[in-house]
């Protein structure tokens, strides 16, 4: 089942369960695959609802880390569970195993030298690792085997 009918098909059980709180992520993230596809003028793949999704969880974190700052708890706990939801429709995140292995692969496959080359081993990584790690720690992973 493609991602977007999936997400569908939830929104229906998140309506007919009355859970306000899916209901309502579920839509903002029909939403934002719908905007992208109508600016970009083409309809997402799999691949491209992941990264909409991945984006969306990233400004929900740091949306947590700034009402923590505040003293806004109540807020943090909303946008924690909207995070939870959209995780449901993510891929498994990698362990750290999984990938420091990754990243060893694209150094190789990619015949990296130093730090000019991070860019080529980024480029490997990305497609393997959107949506199942955190690309700012693998960036700083490639970073450290790199010098």
Do not use: C, H, W
């Not at 909409?52 to 806004?72: F, I, N, P």
């Not at 990938?99 to 730090?115: P, R």
């Amino acid at each position: 089942m493609a991602l977007i009918d999936k997400l569908k098909e939830e929104q229906k059980s998140a309506m007919k369960a009355k859970d306000k709180v899916r209901l309502g992520t579920i839509r903002l993230a029909l939403s934002a695959i719908k905007q992208r596809e109508v600016d970009e003028r083409i309809t997402l793949s799999d691949d491209e609802i992941v990264a909409v999704l991945t984006k969306m969880v990233k400004q929900r974190r740091d949306s947590v880390a700034q009402y923590e700052d505040a003293g806004r708890q109540d807020l943090a706990d909303a946008e924690l569970a909207e995070i939870t939801v959209l995780e449901d429709f993510m891929p498994q995140p990698l362990t750290e195993d999984e990938v420091a292995e990754l990243i060893k692969n694209a150094v190789e496959e990619s015949g990296a030298a130093g730090m000019q080359d991070m860019g080529k081993v980024m480029a490997l990584l990305k497609p393997q690792l959107q949506g199942r790690a955190d690309m700012g720690k693998a960036s700083g992973l490639v970073k450290a085997k790199l010098s």
